[in-house]
C-alpha cells in the first residue's frame, strides 16, 4: 500500500492540513494500490504564500540561472522515467508504448522552454527609444487532468519558470503516485524554495480555492471544456488571465483518393489512442458515402489486429478505462448511440470478457448524423462515429459542425489537396496522412473554438510594460 500523506510545498514535503483521503485505484486490477491525503483550503492558502513570497526573488533572477533550474529539472526526471511509466501503468491503466511517450515528451519541456527562453526577447526598444518590456507575470495556477497529468504539470512548470514565475500546481487526484515522483524530481533539482508547489486535492474545492484565489495572475488549465467554463467564471471576478487547454471532438476527413489500406487502420489508432481518452482522439470518422461497406469491412479487419489488455506488453493498444466514472459514461453514451438509430457495427454494452478492469468494449457506429449525442459530444473512450459526405464541402462543414476546435485529420494521397482542406478546419492542430507529431519541442495545445484559449509560451506568463 502506498501511503501518500505529504506535498511538496516551499521545498519540503510537508503533512498538510486537510485530513480527508482518498482511495488509489488500479482501473486494470480494480486493486486498492494506497490512499492519497487530500488538501484543503488552509493549505492552498499556504501554498500560494509560499509562491507569492518566492515570486520576488525569483522573478528577478537570469536567464542563466533560470536555465540551470530547467536543466536540473530534466537531470532529474531522466532518472525516475522508469518508474513514471510503471506508475501511469498502476494508476490509470495507461498502455505502456503511451505512457513512454508522454514521460518522454514531459522531460523534454523543460529542455524545450530552456531553449525557447534562450531565444526570447524579454526587452526590446523601438526607434525612438520606447522600451517593451516583458516581465514576469505573477503566480501561476497549474491545474491537470488525469490523462497526461504529468505531461500537463511540467510543461505548466517549465513554462513558468523560463518566464520567472513561481507556481502552483493542482494535479488531477487520479494521479497521485505519478505526482509523488514527480515531486521527488523537483526535490533532486533543489530548486529555490516556493517557486513550485503543489496541492493534491480534489477539483470543486482545491482546484476551485487554487483557481479563485487572489494571488494568482494566470490560471493555467487543462481538462474538459466543462470545468474550462467555471475557471473562465473563477477568472472573470479578478479579471484574471487563463490559458485554457480543452476538451475536443475532433474531425477525421478520409477524402476519395486515399489508400483506405493505410488510412483507415490509422483511423482507428487515432481515435482509440491511449484507450480514446485522448484529447486528441479522432473520434469522429468522416468518409466519402460510396466507401461505408468498404470502409465498415477495414475497420473490422483493423480492430481484430489491435491488442486490447496486458497493458505491459509492447504492443498493447487498448487498456481499461481510467475509474468506474468514466466507464459508466462511455456506457451511456453507446447506449445513447444505440437509442439514436445508429448502427452498431461492432462493441456494445458492458465489459470486455475476460478482463477485470474497466475495460468498455471498442465500439464503431455508423450512419451516425451530424445531431446526435455520438457525434457532438466528448465521450473519452473507445468509441468511434463513422459519418459520411457527398462532396468535399459538406465534408469540411461537417467537420466544422461542432463547438470543438482542438484536432482535425485528413488523408488524401495528394498531400496539396489535403492541405487545402486542413486548412478549413477550424482547429489548433490539423495533422495531414498521420495519427501523431513526432517531434521534440514545447509543443502547443492550442484550441479554437471551446477547446481552449491561450497557449502555453513565455508570452503568455508575462506581462506586456511599455516604457517611453
Ligand atoms: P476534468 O475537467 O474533469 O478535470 C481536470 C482538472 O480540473 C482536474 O485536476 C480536476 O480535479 C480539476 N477540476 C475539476 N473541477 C474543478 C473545478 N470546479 N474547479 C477547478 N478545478 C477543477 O478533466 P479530466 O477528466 O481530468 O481530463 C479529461 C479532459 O481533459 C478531457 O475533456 C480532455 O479532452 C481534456 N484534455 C485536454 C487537453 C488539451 O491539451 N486540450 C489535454 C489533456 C486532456
Known sequence: MKIIDKVYVNGDFIKPHGTKTMDIINPDTLDILGKVTLCDKKDVNYAVKCAKEAFVSFSKTSIKRRGEILQSLYDAMSKREDELNEAAILEYGS????????????????????????????ESELEDGTKILKTPLGVVAAIAPWNANYTHICQKTASAIAAGCSIVVKPSEYSAIQTQILCECFKEANLPKGILNIVNGVGEEVGKDLASHKDISLINFTGSTKVGRQISAYAAKMIKRTILELGGKSPNIILDDADLSIAIPMALTIAFSNSGQACHAGSRLLIPHDKLEIVSELLLKALKDIKIGNIEDEDCYIGPLVNKTQFDRVQLYIKRGIDEGATLLVGGLGKLEGLKGYYAKPTIFTNVKPNMKIAKDEIFGPVLSVLTYKNEDEAVEMANDTIYGLAGYVSSSDVNRASKIASQITAGWVYINKAVYEGKGLVLHVGAKQSGIGANRIDDYTQFRIIS
Open 95 to 122: 498502455p505502456i508504448t503511451a505512457a513512454k511517450r508522454r514521460t518522454a515528451f514531459a522531460k523534454n519541456t523543460f529542455l524545450a522552454a530552456k531553449k525557447q527562453m534562450e531565444e526570447f526577447q524579454f
